[in-house]
């Protein structure tokens, strides 16, 4: 059984793959933006998660996220859930967040980072001049980036499994309750890629949407690209 971290993991598409994989038997820790929030996933507690608080859009809280991820022993995998998808800090939660976490949680297994077929709309020269603080930034660029970095870790950790989902547009608080997809597949291949033992779900550097291989945009998997997104996220 695997020790699998999620983040953004008191609602919506984070809260199903906790419940599922918990259900699968195996060990499990959500993630809550604050003390409050921890109430949404008291059931989950009950049923033996341990727990991580912090803002995802604060770098010193996301920081303090790292430590106690870190205190809590190494993880399996890590699937980097937590999103928005409007206000002034997406550039915070979805690509300067995961990156911080990467760079710092001891390194796990296996990474999953979730992307959207949006990423296709984000355009690689908009890192010159991005506030990489969040306070600008469009959610198609922030997924693109999110996208381009889960490559990029695939390349240069070969000893972990990195892979982007697209979970498809289902019907949670962000997606609308008349999202169209699946909500059940919608969170299927994290889980599958995060804890299987199926030689798919054991690839790297991939794009998946329900299970299946795609291609990404074309920047995703330009080594030049990778390069200079890592040493904007860096500085």
Not at 54 to 75: F, H, K, W, Y
Request: charged content about 20%.
């Amino acid at each position: 059984m695997a020790r699998v971290l999620i983040t953004g993991s008191a609602d919506g598409l984070g809260r199903l793959a906790a419940k599922t994989l918990l259900d699968d038997g195996h060990e499990v820790v959500v993630h809550a933006r604050s003390r409050d929030r921890l109430t949404a996933v008291q059931d989950l507690v009950d049923r033996g998660a341990a727990t991580v608080v912090g803002d995802l859009s604060d770098v010193r809280e996301t920081r303090a996220i790292a430590d106690q991820v870190n205190a809590l022993g190494q993880m399996d995998a890590v699937i980097h859930n937590a999103g928005v998808y409007t206000g002034p800090r997406i550039l915070a939660v979805n690509t300067v967040a995961p990156y911080l976490l990467t760079a710092l949680v001891e390194r796990p297994a296996r990474l999953v980072y979730l992307s959207s077929s949006d990423h296709r709309g984000g355009h690689p020269g908009r890192l010159n001049g991005i506030d990489w603080t969040g306070a600008t930034g469009r959610y198609a660029d922030s997924k693109l980036f999110v996208t381009t970095l889960a490559a990029a870790v695939a390349r240069l950790w070969p000893d972990v499994l990195s892979n982007a989902v697209d979970p498809g547009w289902v019907p949670t608080r962000m997606g609308g309750p008349g999202a169209p997809d699946d909500l059940r597949l919608g969170h299927l291949t994290q889980e599958w890629l995060a804890t299987s033992k199926d030689p798919q779900a054991r690839t790297s550097g991939n794009y998946w949407h329900h299970q299946r291989r795609i291609e990404p945009h074309p920047a995703v998997h330009d080594q030049s690209f990778q390069d200079d997104l890592l040493a904007a996220l860096a500085r």
